[in-house]
């Protein structure tokens, strides 16, 4: 059984190990750029708490394997936090210093001396773990707000499928090693966080097709939305090509026009009505004219 603990206790050692050593990458960053940009510092601060007082619990209980890993996890926070009071700017670097003071040196020497101090040996475990597995607890819950927004955007994208899959590991890992070593503050935290974990990796499972389909989606839209932006652009070049194509052949008709127009013989001032009622006036003005005139010559 207690060889069965320590190889249990090796894989947490390093599957914990692993998310220490996750924010690397991002702390990298921040020092090629020389900004903490928008991360924030709460979580390093808070971690850098958590794995201190489980070092402290390992030291008094004692557990080398709770000590190795935590001790090793407080020395990356502690690196982390440095390197955010050094990049971060000056507002951001004020609060952080004040909020370092107060839980990183404030509260956990109140906690290490008053344990050491005011707590008889037998109670002094249970007052470490109690607060050891508080911390750990609102560590696990800290991705509730991710999963949140998980359900109301029906979208992955917010959490990491690596990150959820350790700190599913790392609770289901440590959860069973508390149960061969019979330590219930080390088994009540990791089985809460085994059971996040559990349920973020079920909503990844549940919405990572659906986050797949809403990226093909908008791909099928904007490939449609350039599609139509092409062919309208298409339609107004052939458009203007035809422009110029009808001007050629407006311009070929008016100049036929003028052609033939001067061909043509003038339109006749008087419309044909008004010419024929004048002719017929005239002939009966003529008839009468000549009848009377033969009277004039025809009377005795």
């Known amino acids: 059984m207690a060889s069965l603990s320590f190889f249990v206790g090796i894989t947490g050692n390093i599957i914990s190990l692993l998310l220490f050593v996750s924010p690397v990458k991002t702390f990298w960053g921040v020092v090629k750029k020389k900004s903490t940009e928008n991360y924030k510092g709460v979580p390093y601060t ?42 971060a700017p000056k507002d951001t670097k004020v609060t952080m210093a004040k909020l370092v003071a107060i839980l990183n040196v404030g509260f956990l020497g109140v906690v290490i001396a ?12 249970t007052f470490v773990g109690i607060l050891c ?35 599913f590991l790392n609770g289901g890992v440590w959860s069973t090693y508390s149960v061969l070593v019979k330590d219930f503050y080390i088994g009540v935290p990791n089985a809460v966080g085994f059971v996040l974990g559990s349920a973020q990796l079920i909503l990844y499972l549940m919405y990572k097709n659906k986050n797949k389909s809403a990226s093909a989606k908008t791909m099928i839209e904007e490939d449609g939305s350039v599609q139509m932006v092409k062919g309208s652009v298409d339609i ?6 035809d ?13 036929n026009r003028s052609i033939s127009k001067g061909k043509s013989l003038p339109k006749p001032s008087v419309n044909g009505e008004y010419s024929l009622q004048k002719i017929t006036k005239t002939l009966s003005f003529s008839a009468n004219e000549a009848g009377i005139e033969n009277g004039k010559l025809d009377s005795p």
């Open 46 to 87: 808070t971690t850098l708490l958590s794995t201190s007082l489980w070092t402290f619990y390992g030291l008094i209980k004692p557990d080398i394997l709770v000590v190795s890993v935590n001790g090793v996890g407080a020395i990356f926070q502690f690196i982390y936090v440095t390197l955010f009071l050094i990049y």
């Open 114 to 125: 008053v344990a050491l101090l005011a707590i008889h040996e037998n109670l002094r475990i």
């Open 133 to 167: 597995a508080a911390l750990t607890i609102g560590m696990y819950a800290a991705p509730l707000s991710a999963m949140r927004r998980v359900i109301k955007t029906k979208s992955v994208e917010y959490m990491p499928f690596l990150l959820s899959f350790f700190l």
């Open 236 to 241: 107004l070049v052939h458009r203007n090509k």
């Open 243 to 255: 422009g110029e194509d009808d001007g050629g052949v407006e311009e070929g008709s008016l100049k």
